[in-house]
């Protein structure tokens, strides 16, 4: 089992930014793809940005050039970092992973537990 705790949610006027964290613990051997995913009210949960083990990188097209997403493979840690926010950036985030070495997967093997992120206009 592999548990993934996210912070760095918060609330922030439109054109600001923020910084997402997630930390994996447990059985983190397995682990090679992370990523971040959102769902606002009433929408599917969408693939933001994700990173492979080697550092290759998928950012979905609404977010490129104002997301960027890294990691630590020593501490265990998966970054977002996100600027020039927007309100229809406004949803709940979660940091997933997954066994597969790619940036992008269909279905992640681990969730965490989620962080709202709002964007005032």
């Known amino acids: 089992q592999v548990q993934l705790v996210e912070s760095g949610g918060g609330l922030v006027q439109a054109g600001g930014s923020l910084r997402l964290s997630c930390a994996a613990s447990?059985?983190?051997?397995?682990?090679?793809?992370m990523g971040w995913y959102r769902q606002a009210p009433g929408k599917k949960r969408e693939l933001v940005a994700g990173?492979?083990?080697?550092?290759?990188?998928y950012y979905a097209d609404s977010v490129k050039g104002r997301f960027t997403i890294s990691r630590d493979n020593f501490k265990n840690t998966l970054s977002l970092q996100m600027n020039s926010l927007k309100p229809e950036d406004t949803a709940m985030y979660y940091c997933?992973?997954?066994?597969?070495?790619?940036?992008?997967?269909?279905?992640?093997?681990?969730w965490g537990q989620g962080t709202q992120v709002t964007v005032s206009s």
């Open positions: 447990g059985s983190i051997f397995s682990i090679n793809g």
């Open positions: 997933a992973s997954w066994r597969v070495n790619s940036a992008a997967v269909n279905r992640p093997d681990y």
């Open positions: 990173i492979s083990s080697g550092g290759s990188a």
